[in-house]
């Protein structure tokens, strides 16, 4: 069996078997929830009438504190929605909200993309899925306009043009004819609804669906680290995945076989899957693991944070630890990095929940944990030596990054502020540590952050890499540079989060500048690129001082070419937090101008634009630009990227402090 999609319906659950050449099959299955009262007897009433409408069972069940006696009920959500509020909230209710076809897998230990007789656990795919990719010409102001579609079927693309009524038949012949597993489409979660309604108005049939039916996935905005997000509403084909290449985050990350690993690992399907965070994949994870293991899912987390004393959290609650770097340019450079730091803390310490106060059993979390954690050690080789495990370890790196996260969300289900805590204290001690070895094996250290020092003298990098591993068991990396640059903050200081080097191997490690953000216009983001291909070139600090011309010619060639560059090079992409603006802005004009051309914005969305008028602040809709560009606008822009990099070729090139200006931050 190879489930590649799978389904819920009434009663039961729909898979597409590949085996079976893609055979749609149907399994009746209807589970319980379980409910267990702190005190049975004064609901006794409760309990009478559920019998009376829907099959109820005593039972005992386990959750991860232990067993539980309660009952079996044999009824949907909503008949657990009746029972909190009749109850008044005085209730525990486990298996509420699993999604049917996940509980289904989990239950026999199954999963989507995986055969029968190969672990979750793997990031192999061996079978060759039928891929196909479809892009509909014209601008998403217009999603209702199909005069181009271009279909790609390997190296083959061909375009279908003419009348509306003929290129939606004659793409429902291509699908029809090609018969994808998968299909790839730029912006699918907008164009594929209006291509199927305005195949049912035509009558012309287009299976995108091998069943002919869809799941509907409504619109939502949402809180996530700070940020507001937005999905849209989505439409998903059953038998067939479909995934759009332009707003799926698990895509942009993962690729293809980062979909199919995370619909592998969650027992979620891969048309779920890429339309979700990684903080719902790691709660679906969590859920499957604890389904496979015979465990009840809380549908609500119990337990709330107990009182503590102002000191006891000044103590605990102090997030990680980094150490702030003096800005400059640093030659011979070795980077250590703790791989997967968090995790591997709840595992190696048996952080859960239920062990806070007792650690005498294994903990759901660290069993769980434990496997993703192997994995994600095995790709993470893997990808030195093969890039096609790319995709697959990004996913897992999120994955596990935001398992440590999701342990302090309050809604998380196997959450708990506390497990959280002890993870970040753990976390400053082994960093604290890493950083007296490194300086006692005559090392100075420049910078730090959380799981990773930056080093430079010396001291015997080899046993120094082996010293930290014997001494946490948890495994280092070393990636050496040839010269790396701290930017400055604002102030004068080093900033944590911004710097670009350049590794021994050639390759450049880039974060925080202007080529790694979202909003960076297209024609910014390839001069910011060129400057530093040019960079590449330089083996040691001191070559850099020798390209600074050549680097400002660069940014004077993009400067100059700006009246010339095409409207799509100027796009700017942001994603707004609210639809009310108090005060006049570029992004309140861009949801302005959306709206006036009948889309609807939800906080969340992300807006492309291009800048017209940025005093006025007047901007124009990707695609719709027919006033120019505000020329004054870009230019700051492309000043802004010129400095953050020109930084380099400046006084503090080839400078090297001492560890006596290191300075340590606690950061939550």
Request: charged residues 25%; aromatic residues 10%.
């Amino acid at each position: 069996m190879w489930i590649l999609d799978s389904w819920c319906g009434r009663g039961g659950v729909g898979f597409c078997d590949l085996d079976q050449g893609a055979r749609i099959h149907r399994e009746e299955y209807a589970p319980p929830f379980y409910i267990a009262f702190p005190d049975a007897d004064r609901h006794g009433d409760l309990v009478e009438g559920l019998s009376g409408r829907f099959r109820v069972d005593e039972c005992t069940f386990t959750t991860i504190f232990g067993k539980v006696a309660g009952y079996a009920v044999f009824a949907g959500q909503n008949a657990a929605g009746v029972i909190a509020r009749q109850s008044g909230q005085d209730v525990e209710l486990y298996n509420v909200d699993l999604r049917c076809d996940q509980r289904w897998m989990a239950e026999r230990r199954i999963s989507p993309c995986t055969p029968s007789d190969v672990s979750r656990f793997t990031p192999d795919f061996e079978r060759d899925l039928r891929l196909v990719r479809i892009a509909v010409h014209g601008s998403l102001m217009r999603p209702h306009e199909f005069s181009c579609i271009a279909v790609t079927d390997g190296g083959r693309c061909e375009r279908i043009r003419g009348p509306e009524k003929t290129v939606l038949a004659d793409l429902g012949s291509m699908i029809a004819g090609l018969d994808p597993d998968v299909i790839l489409f730029p912006d699918a979660d907008v164009r594929a609804p209006a291509l199927v309604a305005r195949a049912q108005e035509l009558d012309i049939d287009l299976p995108l669906s091998r069943t002919g039916h869809y799941t509907r996935l409504s619109a939502t905005s949402y809180w996530s680290y700070g940020k507001v997000h937005y999905r849209g509403c989505a439409l998903l084909p059953q038998g067939r995945v479909l995934i759009d290449t332009v707003q799926s985050f698990v895509y942009q990350e993962g690729g293809l076989s980062g979909v199919l690993l995370a619909s592998r690992l969650t027992g979620m399907p891969p048309n779920f899957v890429s339309r979700h965070t990684p903080g719902t994949l790691v709660s679906a994870y969590e859920a499957y693991e604890a389904v496979s293991r015979g465990i009840a899912v809380p549908f609500h987390k119990k337990g709330p944070e107990e009182n503590r004393s102002f000191a006891f959290l000044r103590e605990m609650d102090r997030g990680g630890m980094m150490f702030q770097p003096v800005s400059g340019v640093y030659g011979d450079i070795a980077e250590i990095d703790f791989t997967s730091l968090y995790p591997s803390i709840i595992v190696r310490e048996n952080l859960s929940p239920e062990t806070i106060r007792s650690t005498e059993k294994a903990g759901f979390l660290a069993q769980a944990l434990g496997p993703l954690l192997d994995l994600r050690v095995l790709t993470k080789e893997m990808k030195k030596h093969n890039s096609r495990y790319d995709g697959a370890d990004a996913i897992l790196k999120w994955l596990l990054v935001v398992s440590f996260g999701y342990t302090g969300f309050r809604n998380a289900r196997f959450g708990s502020i506390e497990v959280h805590e002890k993870i970040t204290a753990h976390a400053r001690r082994i960093l604290i540590e890493a950083k007296e070895r490194a300086e006692d094996s005559g090392f100075e250290v420049l910078h730090g952050i959380v799981d990773s020092l930056w080093i430079h003298g010396g001291g015997d990098i080899g046993r120094l890499q082996r010293s930290l591993y014997q001494a946490t068991s948890i495994p280092v990396e070393v990636d050496r540079f040839s010269w790396i640059a701290f930017l400055p903050q604002n102030d004068g200081t080093g900033a944590f989060t911004r710097y670009f080097g350049r590794r021994e191997n050639g390759n450049l490690k880039v974060r925080g500048i202007a080529v790694r953000r979202h909003d960076t216009p297209p024609h910014i983001r390839k001069m910011q690129e060129r400057i530093l291909a040019l960079m590449q070139t330089a083996v040691a600090p001191e070559d850099l001082h020798g390209l600074g011309g050549r680097a400002a010619d660069l940014y004077h060639a993009a400067v100059r070419d700006l009246p010339s560059a095409p409207p799509s090079e100027l796009v700017i992409r942001k994603r707004v937090s609210t639809t009310a603006y108090r005060h006049a802005c570029l992004e309140g004009s861009a949801v302005a101008t959306y709206r006036r051309n009948g889309i609807d914005i939800a906080p969340g969305m992300t807006l492309a634009y291009v800048v017209r008028d940025a005093r006025r602040h007047v901007v124009d809709p990707a695609g719709e630009c027919a006033g120019g560009a505000d020329l004054h606008y870009y230019r700051e822009l492309a000043k802004r990227a010129w400095e953050e990099v020109s930084f380099v070729f400046g006084e503090y090139c080839g400078t090297c402090v001492g560890r006596r200006d290191l300075r340590a931050v606690p950061v939550s």
